[in-house]
């Protein structure tokens, strides 16, 4: 199979829902050794994008985008070991999430992990005072916020104020992410770096954990 016709088939087995598809396909791309990262950004997340398109729209609701989203995560859970054994020496960092979309935050765990760093991940749905807890007992040199939503991202700022009351702000560079985050909210938050995508991610942490 020619890996364009495979990156179509990841896209539509995401939009049709289909898990077993999904996973079939993904370890067919494991046997044509297509790189791991390359085959989750031209089939998967084209796959989920689409899926938000059609939810935005109307066409699709929110049973559809569950099993889109299933089916993303059950073909990322066969290509992520493979995305993980490319391992350098390790950092400590803590990565943390707003709400309950957690796909985007375990790409970036894993494209983390897969460059040489030693990720806390606090899973989704994590309370300021989590953070704040992880942060003074875990002493990371990141602390990572993820947020998908609109109605989320006030999260992070508040995450960053916590963390100043309690005098935690000077000891951990923050970075910030999701959908719906820009350079300038980031800025305007106060955080020290952001991210479009997992890999950019990487590159900004290395440069974050160089200064700190
Ligand atoms: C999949 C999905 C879901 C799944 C999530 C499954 C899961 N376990 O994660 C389910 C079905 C559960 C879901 C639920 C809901 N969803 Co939803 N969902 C999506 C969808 C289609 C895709 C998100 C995704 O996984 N993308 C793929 C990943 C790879 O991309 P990513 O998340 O953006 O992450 C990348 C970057 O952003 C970045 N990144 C991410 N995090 C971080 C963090 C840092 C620090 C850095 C540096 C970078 C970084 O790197 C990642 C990898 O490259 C989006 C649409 C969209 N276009 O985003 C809507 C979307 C986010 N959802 C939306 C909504 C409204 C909801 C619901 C409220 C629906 C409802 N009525 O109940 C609920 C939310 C409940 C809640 N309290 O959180 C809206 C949000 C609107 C807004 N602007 O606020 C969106 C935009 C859809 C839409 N257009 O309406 N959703």
Known sequence: MVHDELFSRMVQAVIDGEKERAVEL????LRLEVPPLEAIDKGYVVGIQKVGELFEKHD???PELVMGAEA???GLAVLEPELKKRQEERERLG???GDIHEIGKRLVCTMLVANGFDVLDLGPD????TFIKKVRESKPDLLLLSALMTTTMPEQKSVIEALKEA???DRVKVMVGGAAVTPAWAEEIGADG???NAIEAVEVAKG????S
């Open 208 to 211: 974050l954990v160089k200064t």
């Open 60 to 62: 699709f609701f929110l």
């Open 26 to 29: 993904a370890q067919e791309a």
């Open 126 to 129: 994590v309370a300021a005072e």
């Open 194 to 196: 952001y991210a479009e």
């Open 167 to 169: 005098r935690l702000r």
């Open 72 to 74: 993303m995560q059950a």
């Open 95 to 97: 990565t943390v999430e």
